[in-house]
């Protein structure tokens, strides 16, 4: 019996500028950052075919196998694209004498939800997972749970405030034991029901996302957690929730611990009780943080008040009035000579 | 083939290195001759791990046909449940393996990626459906005390993920060395209780990795056994069943 063999080659990291040639369909890959790590491998930016696009390389064939065919099962079965990121293909790449498994992707832009809550400010909480429940129950329509579902993986247009999920390493058809989870984000870490892939267990993730977007908990204390039983822990959680804690986040975190505590029977009873806080704001003043011209959010103040208030005439539209008169003038006079 | 798939497994927790009876990387082979694959997680924090313990880590898991993996407490949870399933993975893709060379000359890594997917779905259905039996074998000498909290913890975390799972699953625990002076004991723990026992372990002396790890083989393979002799019965039963009813 031969054990020379190590089960899986340990993954090195690639220096942007690398260039990794496809083993199967001759594409070329060159690395031009570390994204970062997921559950299944090492995500980089990379120039393919002079586009910017995303690939995962991995340790596991079987692991980015599997991701690659549960992706593009789920991408036929949705039809439409801008849910799952775009695929293309699946091949091994060639290091230094190794081959390593992996998966080509759209590359999304877009901010973390910390990024995107501390630009736009804490009223954005509820658009934002209003948003991600959607994007869930798309899944879950086709007999998916997400199942990885923590703020690393989750990725909102800066302007649109659109969600895009990133890592589908733990799509999980509905069911079947759960595979890829963080702890902070498991359901049945926290001692409040099982691993099994299920709506509610992306509901779960998704309440706790909204608890850490209000306020994070702090490192050390999830490391003290972790040596307590599943009680301490729930006690824990359900100590964030209540509402003597005043921050004005009272009314969100009530929702999110109903959610918590698997009251809400699907994602979009969860989602509507999320959307009930969205009330216009009369009055009050946006927030100067936001780009004040490019404002195309519909969102729970902007629509309303843009209709109230007129554009005021600034130097880019008197810029443009000039231009536009010089080159009709132009254009005139070239006519005039042309029919000369 | 597949029916009523069985895959042992051994995963051994120590922040330590072996110093008394027999080889564990021997024992290791001995066990994965017998089908039982061992994986071990090395536990870094404030442990007598350093380089010859990470070493023998590293040839126990080779030996064993499993994984090595070398962490932090606080990844323990975490890494217990990771390495189990990934060790089913690859116990599975290892008979895949075999019967692929000998049909076609090739590895599941040789082939294209399209028909590796098609091996890659079969191997994840075998492993939520196969039975499993896990042997844990936790080292409890004295450097382990301060992390048992964190063992019971991630113990109680695995029994959750496995309980998950469509397959049927089995945990032993096995505990190095023994309280009253042996290398190991065995305990065949039931459902949660299993953390809560594991998490009241404390022993001091030796660190008899081998003998505890031959403790672990011969409990999975005596119970494997049993099961068989078991299910055995269960047919018999089942001929003479029909045969009386045919004569009936």
Redesign the interface.
């Given at each position: 019996m031969s054990v020379s063999r190590r089960p899986y080659a340990p993954l090195p990291e690639f220096q942007p500028g690398t260039v990794l040639p496809g083993k199967w369909r001759g594409r070329q890959y060159r690395i031009m950052r570390l994204v970062g790590r997921g559950a299944n491998g090492t995500v980089y930016q990379v120039l393919r075919e002079r586009a910017l696009v995303a690939i995962k390389i991995g340790e596991n064939a079987t692991a980015i196998a599997l991701e690659y065919e549960r992706m593009r099962e789920l991408t036929a079965s949705i039809g439409i694209p801008g849910i799952i990121p775009e695929l293309y293909e699946h091949d091994d790449v060639e290091h230094g004498g190794e081959v390593y498994p992996m998966l080509a992707m759209e590359f999304i832009r877009g901010v973390s939800p910390e990024e995107f809550v501390g630009v736009h400010g804490r009223k954005w909480i509820p658009v934002c997972l209003s948003r991600l429940l959607r994007r869930l129950e798309t899944l879950h329509a086709r007999g998916y749970a997400f199942c990885d579902l923590k703020s690393a993986n989750l990725i909102f247009d800066q302007d649109t405030a659109e969600a895009r999920l990133i890592d589908f390493g733990g799509l999980t058809p509905i069911g079947q034991a759960v595979r890829e989870f963080t702890e902070l984000y498991d359901r049945a870490w926290w001692g409040l029901g099982t691993r099994k892939a299920d709506p509610h267990y992306d509901m779960f993730a998704c309440a706790l996302l909204g608890l850490q977007l209000i306020a994070p908990i702090n490192p050390a204390d999830l490391d003290r957690l972790r040596t307590r039983r599943p009680a301490e822990r729930e006690a824990f959680l359900y100590r964030r929730c209540t509402s003597e804690i005043n921050d004005g986040q009272q009314q969100l975190r009530a929702i999110l611990s109903k959610a918590l505590k698997g009251q809400y029977r699907e994602p979009a009873e969860f989602r509507m009780a999320l959307d009930s806080l969205l009330v216009p704001l009369q009055g009050e003043q946006r927030a100067p943080a936001e780009h004040a011209g490019r404002a195309t959010i519909p969102g729970p103040d902007g629509v309303l008040k843009r209709a109230r208030q007129r554009r005021r005439w600034d130097l880019t539209d008197w810029g443009l009035l000039v231009a536009v008169t010089v080159f009709v003038a132009v254009m005139g006079t070239l006519l005039w000579l042309g029919s000369l | 083939m597949w029916d009523g798939v069985t895959l042992q497994q051994l995963l051994l927790i120590t922040d330590g290195c072996s110093n008394t009876g027999t080889d564990p990387v021997y024992v290791a082979q001995t066990g994965?001759?017998r089908g039982v694959t061992t994986s071990v997680i090395g536990i870094l924090d404030d442990g007598a791990l350093g380089e010859q313990g990470r070493r023998e880590a590293e040839n126990i898991a080779?030996?064993g046909?499993?994984?090595c993996r070398i962490i932090r407490v606080?990844e323990?949870?975490?890494t217990m449940q990771m390495v189990t399933?990934?060790t089913m993975?690859?116990t599975l893709?290892q008979v895949v393996n075999k019967e692929l060379r000998n049909l076609v000359g090739q590895e599941?890594?040789a082939l294209?990626?399209?028909t590796?997917?098609k091996?890659?779905?079969f191997?994840?259905t075998v492993t939520?459906e196969a039975d499993v039996q896990i042997g844990l074998v936790v080292d409890v000498s004295a450097s382990m005390t301060t992390k048992m909290?964190?063992v019971?913890?991630a113990v109680?975390?695995l029994e959750?993920?496995l309980?998950?799972?469509?397959g049927s699953h089995q945990l032993f625990v096995i505990t190095y060395p023994g309280m009253h002076g042996e290398d190991a004991v065995a305990h065949r723990l039931e459902e949660t209780r299993v953390a809560d026992t594991i998490g009241a372990m404390r022993a001091a002396g030796n660190t008899p990795t081998g003998p505890a790890l031959d403790t672990a083989i011969r409990t999975l393979l005596e119970n494997r056994e049993q099961r068989a002799a078991l299910r055995e019965d269960r047919t018999d039963a089942d001929a003479k069943g029909l045969r009386r009813h045919h004569v009936g």
């Open positions: - | 994965r001759a080779e030996a046909g499993g994984m606080a323990l949870s975490h399933q990934q993975q690859l893709q599941t890594d294209t990626p399209d590796r997917t091996v890659a779905k191997v994840e939520e909290p964190a019971r913890e109680r975390d959750l993920g309980a998950a799972r469509t």
